[in-house]
């Protein structure tokens, strides 16, 4: 079947190796965020949040850093192994706004064993 | 428990056919969103369900797009008059009611597996 991602920023590491992940997000209003990972022919499955209350979050093998001043997000994954293998997608929102999330454009990590 | 679940999978049809496309969120979740993702690009915000009333729905793109959720439960997206360019994968979300303060609770929105349509 299709791939999600074929015409996406593509990150190559090898088994073991630490991931980092970039997204730039467009609304300075935004104060959630919330990274989500991909895989071919699944809907997206959620990773780790963080506020904009906060610079840094880590949950396990993962860490979010938030930077306000320049609107970036990274998602790092330590230790990468072939199941962390997918399309990784940032996503944002204004929590007393639209309950919609706003989506950025994805990276595909492949993981080389 | 159970997640969210969409049916059909997948769905082929004719330029100019009706389709509808089913949701049945988490039991017991009372947001109820739909999504659509091109190839290659992010989920795009189509409509969103607080219980049975479409609280937002900006995100359709046209009069042929429709959804409803009655019961507040399941919801069916129905696209009229299909175009080639609705080729897409439809994905529905849902969340548990938050309140919106900052320092409490997660906006995290759960998703289902998608229902891939393809007009031709």
Not at chain 1, 78 to 96: H, K, L, M, N, W
Request: net charge positive.
């Amino acid at each position: 079947g299709e791939s999600v991602g074929l015409h996406l920023p593509t990150l190559s590491v090898q088994e073991g190796d630490n991931s980092i992940i970039n997204c730039a997000y467009s609304n300075s209003a935004s104060d959630y965020f919330i990274w989500y990972k991909q895989e071919s022919g699944k809907g997206p499955q959620f990773i780790i949040d963080i506020r904009s209350n906060m610079d840094k979050r880590q949950g396990q093998r993962v860490t979010v850093l938030l930077n306000k001043t320049v609107k970036h997000l990274s998602l790092q994954i330590a230790a990468t192994q072939p199941g962390d293998s997918a399309v990784y997608f940032c996503a944002e929102r204004v929590i007393t706004g639209r309950r919609a999330l706003t989506f950025g454009s994805g990276t595909r990590l492949q993981v080389q064993p | 428990g159970a997640g969210v679940s969409q049916t059909p999978s997948n769905k082929v049809t004719e330029k100019g056919k009706y389709v509808e496309l089913r949701c049945d969120p988490i039991s017991g979740h009372t947001a109820l969103y739909w999504y659509r993702q091109s190839l290659g690009q992010g989920p795009e915000f189509l409509i969103y369900f607080q219980g049975t009333g479409a609280a937002d729905d900006s995100g359709l793109p046209n009069d042929r797009f429709f959804a409803v959720r009655p019961e507040g439960s399941v919801s069916t997206l129905k696209i009229q008059r299909t175009e080639r360019g609705d080729s897409a994968v439809y994905l529905c979300a849902s969340s548990p009611f938050v309140p919106r303060t900052l320092n409490s609770g997660t906006y995290e929105q759960y998703f289902g597996p998608g229902t891939r349509l393809t007009v031709t």
